[in-house]
């Protein structure tokens, strides 16, 4: 049996939750330059003093993931970036759709079908300056009914991808994947898993 593998991925959004309509559209936010900390696309954020930070583990309720950012380098040219770099000021764009699914990796710990329904928090990570991407992944030791976890496990990624394919993530071990949506927010409070 192949074994899964870290890597970068953070919160991968996919598409939808049945029942709710698509919506691509991105929210634009702000970054001020005193944040001492890089953000990177699929990272959880808050909004705190009405600019976002990156949420930290234990966050119990998040403000959305982040997509992209577009800022001003020292020389003056404008960037469009997966990630925002730290102590720069950026216009970010965020995904806070109610129903957005997204892909996310366990930490060390398999998860299995009965964590499916139920609510999940998160751990941080190191996000990747190259590909931009985030290090967070969903964090296998905090999974309960709990309301105030911000994130609900819809279905295993083995449910989309059979493990026999040898694909990373779907194998029922360490490391393996689940698609998750926003359970408890700053737009919508929590709600207890089953």
Do not use: E, W
């Amino acid at each position: 049996m192949a074994v899964n593998t870290t890597g970068n991925l953070g919160f991968k959004h996919i598409g939808f939750l049945p029942g709710y309509a698509p919506d691509y559209q991105l929210h634009a936010k702000y970054v001020q330059s005193s944040n001492a900390t890089a953000i990177y696309h699929g990272d959880p954020v808050v909004i705190s003093g009405g600019y976002v930070l990156g949420a930290t583990s234990g966050t119990a309720a998040v403000d959305g993931i982040l997509d992209s950012c577009v800022y001003i380098d020292s020389t003056g040219r404008t960037i469009q970036s997966p990630y925002v770099p730290a102590s720069q000021t950026a216009t970010v764009y965020v995904i806070d759709a109610a129903g957005a699914l997204f892909q996310v990796q366990s930490n060390n710990t398999a998860l299995t079908q009965a964590n499916v329904n139920r609510n999940v928090g998160f751990v941080t990570g190191t996000g990747s300056t190259f590909t931009g991407l985030s290090g967070y992944f969903l964090d296998a030791g905090n999974i309960a009914t709990t309301s105030t976890y911000p994130f609900r496990i819809v279905q295993l990624y083995s449910d989309y991808v059979p493990a026999a394919t040898g694909i990373n993530g779907a194998n029922a071990s360490s490391y393996n994947m689940a698609i998750v949506t926003f359970n408890n927010t700053d737009f919508r409070a929590g709600t207890s898993g089953t």
